[in-house]
C-alpha cells in the first residue's frame, strides 16, 4: 500500500470520527465546531424515511456501514486465526481446515449481523418486506448468484474438489487456487487464472485428478515394425521407463501389448508419477525422447504406415507397357 492511499484512508477516518463525534455528544459538542457543527449535527440526526417506526437517519446509516465494514474485518480475521494458529494443530487436512475456517466465518458474520441490527435498534421482524423485496429480486435475476453461492457452502461442506486439487471442469483445465463463496479459482498451466462459477461444480461433470492422492497414471501410446522382437521392445521401454527421475518405481512402469495394427505392433507404456501431475504433456516428451534415441541405438524401427495395393482391372495397353520383356535368345 502506496503513502497516498494511506493518507486518504486516514484523513478518511479523521472526518468520520469527527462526524460520529457531533453525533453521539449532541449539540453541545457541535457547538465547539461553530455553526458548521451544529447544521452538520442536524443533516446527521434528520430522519430520511422509516422502517417498521425506526426513523433511518444519515447518523443511523453511517453507524451501520462501520459497524457491517467492522464484522467483515472481524470475521476474516477469525477465519484467518482459526486457518494458521488453531486448526493447524488438529488432525485435519489443510483443506478441510480452511474449509471449517470459512464456515466458521460466515456463522460469526451472520451472527454478528443479527446482533448488530438488534443493537442498532433494528426491528427484524420489519425485515420480512426487505425480505420479500430480496426475494422479488432474487427471482427477476439473482438466480445465478444465489445458485454459486449455495455451491460454495457445499462445495466446502462436501469437498469434491479443495484447494491444491487438479481438476478439469468443460474446457477449464489446472489446479484450484481460491474457493470464494461465489466461484473457484483455477490456475492453468500458463499462469492464468480462470474464475469459475461454483454452480459448474455442481451441474456438471468435474474430473478431479488428485481426489485420492498426488499419483497419477500417465499412457504413452507407441508402435514397432513386425521385423522387431516384442520381448526385447518391451525391456527397452521399461529401461528408459525407469532412468527417468520423475516416473514412480512403486507402482512400477508397465509395457502393455494392445494390437496387431496394420503396419506396427502397438504397445502402451505406464507410467505413474506424483511430481510431474501439472505437467504430463512434459513428461511424455522427455520419455518419447528418450525412447527413440533407444529405439535407434537398438536398431528397433519405427514404422511408416503401409498399404498392399491390388488393382483388379488395367487396359490392354498399359499390361503391354508394364509387362516383362523377353531378352533375344543368342544364336
Known amino acids: 500500500m502506496n503513502m497516498s492511499r494511506v493518507r486518504v484512508i486516514a484523513s478518511l477516518a479523521v472526518v468520520l470520527l469527527?462526524?460520529?463525534?457531533?453525533?453521539?455528544?449532541?449539540?453541545?459538542?457541535?457547538?465547539?465546531?461553530?455553526?458548521?457543527?451544529?447544521?452538520?449535527?442536524?443533516?446527521?440526526?434528520?430522519?430520511?424515511?422509516?422502517?417498521?417506526?425506526?426513523?433511518?437517519?444519515?447518523?443511523?446509516?453511517?453507524?451501520?456501514?462501520?459497524?457491517?465494514?467492522?464484522?467483515v474485518i472481524f470475521s476474516h480475521f477469525t477465519m484467518l486465526v482459526l486457518q494458521k494458529r488453531v486448526l493447524k494443530h488438529t488432525p485435519l487436512a489443510l483443506a478441510q481446515q480452511y474449509a471449517a475456517a470459512k464456515v466458521i466465518s460466515y456463522l460469526i458474520f451472520i451472527l454478528g449481523l443479527v446482533i448488530g441490527l438488534q443493537s442498532l435498534g433494528v426491528n427484524l421482524n420489519s425485515l420480512v418486506v426487505v425480505g420479500g423485496a430480496l426475494g422479488i429480486g432474487v427471482g427477476l435475476g439473482l438466480q445465478a448468484v444465489v445458485a454459486n453461492f449455495v455451491a460454495g457452502l457445499i462445495l466446502l461442506l462436501e469437498q469434491p474438489i479443495k484447494l491444491g486439487d487438479r481438476i478439469q471442469v468443460g474446457s477449464t483445465y489446472g489446479d484450484v487456487v481460491r474457493l470464494r463463496g461465489r466461484s473457484t479459482w483455477v490456475r492453468t498451466n500458463e499462469n492464468v487464472v480462470i474464475i469459475v462459477p461454483n454452480s459448474e461444480f455442481i451441474n456438471q461433470s468435474v474430473t478431479n485428478w488428485t481426489a485420492n492422492d498426488r499419483q497419477v497414471r500417465i499412457s504413452l501410446p507407441l508402435g514397432v515394425s513386425y521385423d522387431s522382437d516384442p520381448k526385447a521392445v518391451r525391456e527397452v521401454i521399461l529401461a528408459v521407463a525407469h532412468s527417468h527421475a520423475d516416473v514412480l518405481h512403486d507402482p512400477a512402469p508397465e509395457v502393455i501389448f494392445t494390437e496387431f495394427g496394420d503396419s506396427s505392433l502397438n504397445f502402451e507404456l505406464r507410467v505413474w508419477t506424483i511430481q510431474q501431475v501439472q505437467t504430463p504433456t512434459r513428461l511424455k516428451s522427455d520419455l518419447y525422447f528418450a525412447l527413440f534415441e533407444a529405439f535407434r541405438k537398438e536398431s528397433i524401427e519405427i514404422p511408416f504406415p503401409q498399404r498392399d495395393l491390388h488393382v483388379r482391372s488395367i487396359s490392354e495397353q498399359l499390361s503391354t507397357v508394364l509387362a516383362p520383356q523377353e531378352k533375344p535368345r543368342s544364336a
Open 18 to 71: 469527527m462526524l460520529i463525534a457531533v453525533g453521539i455528544f449532541g449539540t453541545e459538542y457541535a457547538r465547539a465546531f461553530g455553526e458548521v457543527g451544529i447544521r452538520v449535527r442536524h443533516f446527521l440526526v434528520a430522519p430520511l424515511f422509516t422502517m417498521g417506526g425506526l426513523p433511518i437517519t444519515l447518523f443511523f446509516l453511517l453507524k451501520a456501514a462501520i459497524f457491517l465494514v467492522a464484522l
